[in-house]
């Protein structure tokens, strides 16, 4: 029997976890195999981490770009939130926006429409230019 040394989640134990994390890994490979050949990298691999996500980057031109998975740790359920960002540096700050593909879905929602998911990501990403990011997104200072 496998055992966390700590658990993150208030929510789920250390067998949920490991059945999580073992639903992810075969998840995080699907999304590799779809994006790391538009140049987008895993940061870490789930099995490497200590939450349960799954995070890859780009770098594009000026633009830099994060797609994820995430578990949401909620009371009774095991849902999870698909995500996609796009930001940019510019004189010490750093404009970013970040929408979800999806938030509160069971695991089950991405066995048959991850191309769907993914497809959207990247769509959404490319939509957005810079004038999006500043007007509707976020700024923080980096200095």
Known sequence: MRKLLYNVYSNIND?????IEDKLVKLESAIARILQPKHWRL???VRNN??????????????????????EDK???????FY??????EKNKRYF???????NK????????????????????DDWSRYNIIYYGTVISLG
């Open 15 to 19: 067998d949920e976890f490991f059945e």
């Open 43 to 45: 940061t870490n691999t």
């Open 50 to 71: 200590d939450a349960l996500i799954i995070d890859l980057t780009c770098r594009d031109g000026e633009f830099y770009g994060n797609i994820g998975v995430e578990f």
């Open 75 to 81: 009371p009774q359920k095991k849902t999870f939130r």
């Open 84 to 89: 996609v960002t796009k930001s940019f540096d």
């Open 97 to 103: 926006i970040r929408t979800d593909i999806f938030s």
């Open 106 to 125: 069971e695991f089950s929602c991405f066995e048959n429409n991850i191309n769907d998911f993914v497809f959207a990501a990247l769509k959404q990403f």
